[in-house]
């Protein structure tokens, strides 16, 4: 499965990004990790297909949305009140099975490139 991201750029600090994945083949779930500069990867979001159901990070619960168009297996993620330390590469990941540990980058099989987002104040 390959993973093919969009949607990064410049935004300032209150504004909105919206960030979409599309997927080559089918997948259990889907979400969104960040990596910061001298940063961990952290998780973001994630979608699971079959119930619909989502997570979030407490650090962006409230501001960023993920959902997901099933028939296109495609996710997005809408961003609203950008700071500046939402600034970030933003991965989509994907893996074929549900796993409670959705959070760990780790347990993700397919990424996708990357994309951009930066946030000024």
């Known amino acids: 499965v390959q993973l093919q991201a969009s949607g990064g750029g410049l935004a300032q600090a209150g504004g909105s990004l919206r960030l979409s994945c599309a997927a080559s083949?089918?997948?259990?779930?889907m979400g969104w990790f960040r990596q910061a500069p001298g940063k961990e990867r952290e998780f973001v979001a994630v979608?699971?297909?079959?119930?619909?159901?989502?997570k979030h990070a407490d650090s962006v619960k409230g501001r960023f949305t993920i959902s997901g168009d099933r028939a296109k297996v495609t996710v997005y993620l809408q961003m609203n009140s950008l700071k500046p330390e939402d600034t970030a590469v933003y991965y989509c990941?994907?893996?074929?099975?549900?796993?409670?540990?959705?959070?760990?980058?780790?347990?993700?099989?397919?990424w996708g490139q990357g994309t951009q987002v930066t946030v000024s104040s």
């Open positions: 990941a994907a893996r074929l099975i549900y796993n409670v540990q959705y959070y760990d980058s780790e347990q993700y099989s397919f």
């Open positions: 083949g089918r997948t259990g779930v």
């Open positions: 979608l699971r297909w079959g119930t619909g159901s989502t």
